[in-house]
């Protein structure tokens, strides 16, 4: 597999070129931002690095995957339509304007938003909804994560895909605090914590807080590889894949 990525020199955007030595793929174009200071130099991995205001890409590629902001995410969708290939986008803290337009490209190519390329992950994500369904109303949910310092969406996308799973089996408030923010805690309520500090990748924990017990769930992140090799398995997928908006779901299901 052939891949556009975007975000190169990031962090994800690094695991996932060495993730792409272990699995033979090939980075044919690393696309960075034009103030890069990486734009001079040559990146291991990648055949060609190109700055964010792309002219034009001579050699063929089977995806656009995109690692980096917000800003990355709408030059990934402009490319992925340019060249009719399907796009990951594993950026958080995309705003719906862009969401909108990102999720109406699937009427032209195969595309996918995923908040988290994790099985991990994912898996907490349908836990959590099993959770709401199953303990009902007389619980209260709090969800926590604490991110490395140089995260900049508060709260994450991850913790907001869990609210939206809580969410879809009970009708809750979803409202966010983020460092050391306190108020008395309204009925109806399902607060996301972000916590941000040294390097530790991520640690989504969902509480669930009823009278005389409480149920925790967990999941932490050691190592970014694994999102790369998610994200990798999952472009692998949406390649083969017809023109349409695709959920995390969909890969899952189909390769359950």
Known sequence: MKICLIGATGR?????IQACREHAFEVVYGVVSNQSLNLSQEVSGVTTLVSASHSGFTEK???????????GARTALEIALKYQRPLLVCTTGLDR???SEIESAGT???????SNTSVGMNTLFE?????????????????????HRGKKDVPSGSALSIAQKIHEERDLNITARAHGQHDSRPENELV???LRGGDFPAEHQVYFLGKGERLELTHRVWSRSIYAHGA????????QQKAQKYAISDYFSANS
Do not use: N, Y
Not at 108 to 114: D, L, N, T, Y
């Open 232 to 239: 990798l398995s999952i472009a692998q997928w949406l390649s």
């Open 127 to 147: 836990l959590s909804r099993q959770a709401t369904k199953l303990l009902g109303p007389g619980f209260d949910v709090e969800i926590v994560e604490l991110h």
């Open 108 to 114: 032209k190519i195969p595309v996918m938003i995923c």
């Open 61 to 71: 590629f089977d995806v656009v995957i995109d690692a980096s902001s917000p800003v």
């Open 12 to 16: 994800l955007g690094k695991e996932i």
């Open 192 to 194: 996301i914590h972000g």
């Open 97 to 99: 304007s862009l969401t």
